[in-house]
């Protein structure tokens, strides 16, 4: 399959880019359009109303980036997401749209930004600070090994890296993660993390938290009651976890034996 030739060479961003804007509804498109002709790192911006015609335009003429909607009719934008990440080379792809839900599969695609309306001019500024860490290399994209977490701060999708997470704090059908630098709400149940993430070395300690192995640095008994101290927080543990716990720490205790 061929794939539609990059207005840089990868690892360099020219002074100013070319971008495609693409939105299926005529005032948005315009909006984005003339947003995106304020930024002075962007020199021209390619309108299209449709997914289709944009493939038509990558292929026709090289571009360094692309700013566009996610619900659109007939080919939607991750649709084009998909079709664009099967080539070799494509340019950054940024989704700008009034719909949240979609997300986790822009991430998944490894899209540089997810931009939700109405847009402000310093979360376009900051797309666009994106695009061009992309395009010079200092923003890598994520490995299965270093898996993230998709959340929401300030208005800003991030995504966070899970090797960062110290434990997690069920908040009814939501989690909150807890970094050294702060804590985040998610939509995801404690049980749905507890599944995806136990090969990673994250267990339960309680019905309600579940912790990064890894960061445990004591563990305490006192009065009956066992606690563990994870990135300075002190945590408590039930009495349902506290053996298997015991094992799993003694266990990666003992040189030469194998963690599980």
Do not use: C
């Amino acid at each position: 399959m061929s794939s539609p030739t990059p207005a840089a060479a990868p690892g360099t961003a020219p002074e100013r880019l070319r971008v495609l804007a693409l939105d299926d509804e005529e005032p948005a498109l315009d909006e984005l359009v003339w947003l995106l002709r304020q930024e002075e790192r962007i020199g021209e911006v390619i309108a299209s109303d449709s997914a289709a015609e944009a493939l038509r335009i990558l292929h026709e003429r090289p571009v360094d980036a692309i700013f566009m909607d996610v619900q659109m009719p007939g080919l939607t934008g991750l649709d084009l997401a998909r079709v664009l990440s099967r080539f070799t080379t494509k340019p950054p792809v940024v989704f700008v749209t009034a719909h949240e839900q979609h997300a986790v599969d822009a991430f998944e695609l490894n899209v540089v930004d997810y931009v939700l309306k109405p847009v402000r001019d310093e979360r376009l500024a900051e797309a666009v600070r994106r695009v061009v860490s992309r395009i010079e290399g200092r923003e890598s994209l994520p490995t299965a090994e270093d898996e993230s977490i998709l959340v929401e701060l300030g208005g800003v999708s991030r995504l966070v890296p899970r090797a960062d997470v110290l434990y997690v704090e069920a908040q009814g059908d939501y989690a909150r993660l807890h970094t050294a630098n702060g804590s985040h709400l998610v939509r995801v149940p404690l049980t749905t993390l507890a599944d995806q993430w136990g090969d990673a070395g994250f267990v339960r300690i309680h019905r309600s938290l579940l912790v990064a192995l890894g960061h445990i640095s004591e563990w305490r008994t006192e009065g009956g009651r066992t606690t563990v101290v994870v990135g300075g927080n002190e945590l408590g543990v039930s009495r349902r976890h506290t053996r298997a716990l015991r094992d799993l720490l003694v266990n990666r205790a003992q040189p030469g034996r194998e963690r599980r």
